[in-house]
């Protein structure tokens, strides 16, 4: 396939514009769920970490579209989201029952992990608003055309695994991006815990293959391309071998111990990170700041070598830091590119 046309940044208000959920998520430090008395506070989604990792570590103009519970929680996500600079003017709010019977917030609560102990998530998610949201909720004309306009949407297999409506908002969202000229990524990002109760696998599988064919680039693991799309990595055949894909590469030897890297197949051309071995403090969101330093190399015409490197280190620097998303700078992140070490900067 030729090369991704990405329209100049004079042309749109936003770089990035992602689709999903974003959750609070509760970290229980070094201690475990069941017996910790005290939790911090993060924001983080599979789909928003991508538009905050580009504003905040990459300074692209980003907004999370999204439905948000009105009510302290939900504010309190809002404040978090505008401490990382993400633009919160297409966030829907959804009038609060008082108790959660209608609608609600989603509650994350994830435990690092340490050596053999692994990382766990328990998520509390269930009815939230962004879940119900559905056609129409969203004006993309507004948000994608010529009033607005973004020179990248992306979205992914957890906004679509939220209920029957948001795969079907999914699938208007990338109509009108490819209307647009927008490039447009899905991160397949498969959780067993979001499907199991309504099919599993198959279910995945359907979905997600329906939304591939609307897709510019396309963002997993091995473990998402088999669960969401059922077939293996090697080569991605089918129906997608001209479509570009960009896998991380994990070897998990213990939670705080990973070899880790990347693959690509671009423009005809396979692009290889190889593994070397890193220290995690906290994995969770390393595929997601993976995802935006990638895009934003192909944002800034970077060749596309550089940009799945950029998306390499970004992801290592990433899991070195509690919370789902990205503390590092730009700065930091070229720096792991050329070989940096970890000696102090002062």
Same mark, same amino acid.
Request: negative net charge.
């Given at each position: 396939?030729?090369?991704?046309?990405?329209?100049?940044?004079?042309?749109? /208000?936003?770089?990035?514009?992602?689709?999903?959920?974003?959750?609070?998520?509760?970290?229980?430090?070094?201690?475990?769920? &069941?017996?910790?008395?005290?939790?911090?506070?993060?924001?983080?989604?599979?789909?928003?970490?991508?538009?905050?990792?580009?504003?905040?570590?990459?300074?692209? /103009?980003?907004?999370?579209?999204?439905?948000?519970?009105?009510?302290?929680?939900?504010?309190? *996500?809002?404040?978090?989201?505008?401490?990382?600079?993400?633009?919160?003017?297409?966030?829907?709010?959804?009038?609060?029952?008082?108790?959660?019977?209608?609608? /609600?917030?989603?509650?994350?609560?994830?435990?690092?992990?340490?050596?053999?102990?692994?990382?766990?998530?328990?998520?509390?998610?269930?009815?939230?608003?962004? =879940?119900?949201?559905?056609?129409?909720?969203?004006?993309?004309?507004?948000?994608?055309?010529?009033?607005?306009?973004?020179?990248?949407? &992306?979205?992914?297999?957890?906004?679509?695994?939220? =209920?029957?409506?948001?795969?079907?908002?999914? *699938?208007?969202?990338?109509?009108?991006? /490819?209307?647009?000229?927008?490039?447009? =990524?899905?991160?397949?990002?498969?959780?067993?815990?979001?499907?199991?109760?309504?099919?599993?696998?198959?279910?995945?599988?359907?979905?997600?293959?329906?939304? *591939?064919?609307?897709?510019?680039?396309?963002?997993?693991?091995?473990?998402?391309?088999?669960?969401?799309?059922?077939?293996?990595?090697?080569?991605?055949?089918?129906?997608?071998?001209?479509?570009?894909?960009?896998?991380?590469?994990?070897?998990?030897?213990?939670?705080?111990?990973?070899?880790?890297?990347?693959?690509?197949?671009?423009?005809?051309?396979?692009?290889?990170?190889?593994?070397?071995?890193?220290?995690?403090?906290?994995?969770?969101?390393?595929?997601?700041?993976?995802?935006?330093?990638?895009?934003?190399?192909?944002?800034?015409?970077?060749?596309?070598?550089?940009?799945?490197?950029?998306?390499?280190? &970004?992801?290592?620097?990433?899991?070195?830091?509690?919370?789902?998303?990205?503390?590092?700078?730009?700065?930091?992140?070229?720096?792991?590119?050329?070989?940096?070490?970890?000696?102090?900067?002062?």
């Amino acid at each position: 396939m030729e090369e991704l046309s990405i329209k100049g940044a004079e042309t749109s /208000r936003w770089d990035c514009v992602s689709l999903g959920e974003v959750m609070l998520r509760l970290d229980p430090g070094e201690g475990r769920i &069941h017996t910790v008395r005290q939790f911090q506070a993060w924001e983080g989604g599979g789909e928003y970490n991508v538009a905050r990792g580009l504003r905040r570590c990459f300074g692209m /103009r980003t907004a999370i579209a999204t439905a948000i519970a009105d009510n302290p929680i939900g504010r309190l *996500v809002e404040d978090l989201i505008l401490q990382g600079g993400v633009d919160t003017s297409l966030i829907r709010w959804v009038p609060y029952d008082g108790i959660g019977r209608t609608v /609600r917030n989603g509650l994350n609560f994830t435990e690092r992990g340490f050596g053999v102990r692994a990382a766990v998530g328990c998520s509390d998610r269930g009815n939230t608003a962004i =879940s119900q949201t559905k056609l129409g909720d969203f004006d993309w004309e507004a948000i994608l055309g010529p009033r607005n306009g973004a020179r990248w949407l &992306h979205t992914g297999g957890i906004f679509a695994a939220l =209920s029957p409506s948001t795969p079907e908002v999914a *699938v208007e969202a990338l109509d009108k991006a /490819r209307q647009y000229g927008t490039i447009t =990524s899905f991160d397949l990002n498969y959780r067993d815990s979001l499907w199991k109760s309504i099919g599993g696998k198959a279910k995945a599988q359907e979905v997600n293959r329906a939304l *591939v064919n609307k897709l510019d680039v396309l963002f997993g693991n091995e473990e998402d391309f088999s669960a969401m799309l059922g077939i293996k990595l090697e080569g991605v055949k089918e129906d997608f071998d001209e479509l570009p894909v960009a896998s991380t590469l994990r070897t998990a030897q213990t939670a705080s111990r990973n070899a880790w890297g990347a693959m690509a197949i671009y423009n005809q051309e396979i692009l290889y990170v190889p593994q070397r071995d890193i220290d995690i403090m906290d994995r969770v969101g390393g595929g997601d700041s993976f995802a935006s330093g990638l895009i934003y190399g192909m944002l800034s015409g970077k060749p596309a070598a550089w940009a799945v490197a950029c998306g390499v280190a &970004h992801g290592a620097l990433a899991m070195t830091t509690p919370g789902d998303t990205s503390t590092a700078s730009r700065a930091e992140v070229e720096r792991v590119m050329l070989g940096g070490s970890a000696r102090i900067a002062r």
